[in-house]
């Protein structure tokens, strides 16, 4: 793949904020299309779909951001010389082309790109048939960006394609892929894992825990609960579970308080067995499957809890590797807790709502990553590398 000089990358990206802010009227209005053949049913999905003026002038500025970080591309990451002679430098790569399939979001289309192409990466977008019109303007977008400085639209290109077609895809792709991020539901995941050809990097679901220690701050925990929960419930960092401990002091009446504050803020209250003989009023989980489930609603799941070492064993069997929290005073306790917490992301007496590339100071991210390799957590300009053996000889043999 021929490496693109930083300049023209930067050029291209001056040239898509000029567009954008040119078009943000006619991108506003093919997004009206797509929101009013939605069915509103699926609140977190709309609010994913919704291309505001606020929204535009997010997209302008990830662009931004991106613009302004170092290019990652052929940076050396170490270099030896041996006895030989023979000397080995390692340097970042492209991957190569990154597809990315993703649901409603349309501003998927412009972060995902911008990453992707300043890491000298080309990307196909297969967004959801929710955001049709959306993604159609932004692509025209992309395009006039590129062939105003002389570039091929094939480094970023839109999939226009229904499910059938997008499996036969996978299955056999007509060009090289190198790398395939699946981001949305478990559904979605899985049908990319079991088509694709190439390597997949999740982008799983949520379903985040926090735990509330004996030793906690009650007025931390009912704040960063309520932050959690319901600064933004169509956010993969957004909480599902409450795991409360049954040590803690004034135990029944603190379940009382975060239940009439959750009341107060519209969250849907659901409880286990033992937390049910307090709240009698509540729902009861209705199955085990309620563990492992991703709310992207008003809905919480609160839950008494036998001590750490209990909370690390269920969050670690049921949650989905994202992000999970710990309240708690005392430092020990939190460094076991962050430790052993099989997760992305993991916290101290903090919202998981921060498990996001802007707020970890990444910028813009592709996904947030609850894979292992190559990369845990948000996926910015710096993770959409890999890497490359530069060997120089002269006329050297292996003996």
């Not at 291209?12 to 509103?40: G, H, P, Q, W, Y």
Request: hydrophobic content about 40%; proline content about 2%; some cysteine.
């Amino acid at each position: 793949m021929e490496l693109l000089d930083s300049t023209i990358k930067d050029k291209v990206l001056d040239s898509m904020m000029k567009i954008i802010d040119k078009e943000r009227s006619t991108i506003i209005a093919e997004n009206k299309k797509d929101l009013e053949a939605f069915n509103k049913e699926d609140q977190a999905l709309y609010d994913r779909l919704v291309v505001n003026e606020t929204k535009v002038n997010g997209m302008i500025q990830a662009i931004k951001e991106v613009k302004e970080q170092e290019d990652p591309v052929a940076k050396q990451i170490s270099t030896r010389t041996l006895d030989s002679g023979l000397e080995i430098i390692n340097k970042t790569a492209p991957f190569g082309t990154i597809m990315i399939i993703y649901e409603s979001r349309p501003d998927v289309t412009i972060e995902a790109a911008v990453l992707a192409f300043k890491a000298n990466n080309k990307i196909i977008l297969k967004g959801g048939k929710e955001a049709k019109n959306s993604n159609i303007i932004l692509e025209k977008c992309w395009h006039e960006a590129l062939a105003e400085n002389g570039l091929e639209k094939d480094w970023i290109k839109l999939m226009h394609t229904n499910r059938t077609e997008t499996q036969a895809f996978l299955q056999n792709p007509p060009e090289q892929l190198d790398l395939i991020v699946p981001r949305g539901g478990e559904r979605l995941i899985q049908f990319v894992k079991e088509n694709a050809k190439c390597a997949v990097l999740i982008s799983g679901r949520g379903n985040n825990f926090l735990y509330v220690a004996e030793d906690a701050d009650w007025g931390k925990a009912v704040k960063v609960i309520i932050n959690a929960k319901t600064d933004k419930i169509s956010g993969c960092n957004a909480l599902d579970k409450v795991l409360i401990d049954k040590k803690i002091p004034n135990y029944e009446a603190k379940l009382k308080d975060l239940q009439t504050v959750l009341k107060d803020a519209k969250v849907n209250i659901l409880v286990d067995e033992k937390v049910g003989k307090i709240l009698t009023e509540e729902e009861k989980i209705p199955s085990e499957d309620t563990w492992y489930e991703e709310f992207l609603a008003m809905k919480i799941v609160l839950s008494e809890a036998d001590g750490i070492d209990d909370v690390i064993e269920k969050i670690n069997k049921y949650s989905g590797g994202h992000s999970a929290c710990i309240i708690t005073e005392d430092k020990h306790k939190a460094a076991k807790f962050m430790e052993q917490i099989d997760s992305a992301a993991v916290y101290h007496n903090a919202s998981t709502r921060f498990t996001d590339g802007g707020q970890m100071g990444v910028g813009a991210e592709l996904a947030i990553s609850t894979d292992k390799l190559h990369h845990r957590g948000p996926l910015g300009l710096k993770q959409l590398v890999t890497n490359k053996y530069y060997v120089y000889g002269d006329g050297h043999v292996r003996v």
